[in-house]
């Protein structure tokens, strides 16, 4: 089992790009999360998915867009972005909300410029 | 603020000898708790959990010592090796205003000194 696959690794923006960061699992899990990690800090929620079509907000948001079409996948989209979105960004998933710890993709380490 | 906090940002030990990492949560609504080590260029992984309904529990050279009346958890890792150097998170489960997710404190780097 490949776990969680992040890509891209890296990736420099220009302000106002727009991007999408992947995020697959291939353990059949329902819960999915992305999470950014400013440098010095612990990770925050953006958005979280419970199963395919359900999305949900997480405790920082804005800026961000997500889509669950399939247990699979839960792709992150950036639509302008701004330097505050430099940072690394995690996915994760679990098999249920209290499932014993999450598995965590290697991060993407975004720079906006 | 930080719903949980570490006390120690950076903790220093001898190769060989025992650590402890500290974390205070201030959510007592909490009942799942984590303990996630972090190498560098890596994400977290998952060390050892603790229910609210345990005040401990011991995996394989780590402890989890959970104290809800001062809402505080410790992780002690027994025997610490070079390869235990990393930055340690501990997280709660959030479930405030129906978020789901979990809470990272801001991590200790731990530093195992030959």
């Known amino acids: 089992n490949a776990g969680v696959t992040q890509t891209p690794k890296f990736r420099i923006l220009k302000i106002g790009q727009s991007m999408t960061l992947q995020c697959a699992q291939d353990?059949?899990?329902?819960?999915m999360y992305w999470y950014r990690q400013d440098p010095g800090m612990g990770l925050k929620l953006i958005y979280y998915?419970?199963?395919?079509?359900?999305?949900d907000k997480g405790e920082v948001p804005n800026g961000y867009n997500v889509s669950r079409s399939t247990t699979e996948d839960f792709p992150l989209r950036l639509e302008l972005a701004a330097p505050s979105q430099t940072s690394v960004y995690f996915c994760?998933?679990?098999?249920?909300?209290?499932?014993?710890?999450?598995?965590f993709g290697s991060g993407t380490r975004l720079t906006v410029v | 603020g930080e719903s949980v906090g570490l006390h120690l940002p950076t903790l220093s030990v001898q190769e060989g000898d025992n650590s402890i990492i500290n974390c205070a949560y201030s959510n007592s609504a909490s009942d799942y708790f984590i303990w996630y080590k972090q190498e560098s260029g890596k994400g977290p992984q998952f060390i050892i959990d603790i229910r609210s309904n345990m005040d401990k529990r011991q995996g394989q050279r780590v402890t989890v010592l959970l104290n809800k009346t001062v809402k505080h958890l410790s992780l002690q890792i027994a025997a610490t090796q070079p390869g235990d150097s990393a930055v340690y998170f501990c997280?709660?489960?959030?479930?405030?205003?129906?978020?789901?997710?979990?809470?990272f404190g801001k991590g200790t780097h731990l530093i195992i000194q030959p």
């Open positions: 997280a709660e489960n959030n479930r405030r205003g129906g978020a789901d997710g979990l809470t």
């Open positions: 353990m059949n899990h329902n819960y």
């Open positions: 994760a998933s679990s098999n249920s909300r209290d499932s014993v710890g999450y598995t």
């Open positions: 998915s419970v199963g395919a079509g359900i999305t």
